[in-house]
């Protein structure tokens, strides 16, 4: 299915992208509470680098909601069509992003989720911080959230006809787009 198709050709991708959001934010949740220590893993993190595996999930994670293929899961594309006058938002995050994804795609292949069979297969993930800081990659992920947040929060506020809800979101909509 091409990313022309409509929201109506794809009744479940909202509800997919929701529930794939969640995740990612599980991700997030467990990865900084790992680095602020306010979560303790039962291993040995000098032996057992948790904090990278939980880094590779995520990156592959924040990918599978970002996917620049027709065939995969798109946020940008999905609040598009499901709140077009949003465009501001979604545009100055989606530009944010961009310049990650090639190499996002290529991390998530090679060490996040499908892996390699050789070092050297498996090196051209490494492009990615090559490229892009850690910082980089996690503040503009923190942005991506954001985004998501005030989108999620304005659809609930405009099924809810909820004027308040309408204005706060619209704060943090029209803050995103002027960053």
């Known amino acids: 299915m091409s990313s022309t198709a409509t929201a109506k050709e794809r009744p479940e991708e909202l509800s997919i992208y929701a529930e794939r959001h969640f995740h990612f934010m599980n991700l997030w ?15 040995d993190c000098e032996q057992y680098p948790v904090a990278i595996t939980m880094m590779f999930l995520l990156y592959g994670y924040f990918y599978s909601l970002v996917e620049d293929s027709d065939e995969g ?31 996002l795609r290529v991390f998530r ?3 996040g989720f499908h892996g390699s069979r050789s070092r050297a ?48 979101c619209r704060e943090k909509l029209d803050q995103i787009a002027s960053m």
């Open 29 to 43: 949740t467990v990865y900084r509470d790992l680095l602020s220590h306010k979560y303790t893993p039962s291993l």
């Open 73 to 103: 899961l798109n946020g940008f594309r999905v609040w598009r069509e499901k709140l077009p006058q949003e465009e501001a938002a979604i545009a100055r995050v989606e530009a944010r992003v961009l310049p990650f994804l090639s190499h």
């Open 109 to 111: 292949n090679r060490m």
């Open 121 to 168: 297969h498996e090196s051209a993930a490494f492009d990615l911080f090559n490229e892009h800081s850690g910082t980089e990659i996690y503040e503009t992920m923190e942005q991506y959230k954001a985004l998501a947040a005030a989108l999620f929060g304005m659809d609930m506020a405009l099924h809810a006809n909820d004027p308040d809800q309408i204005r706060r």
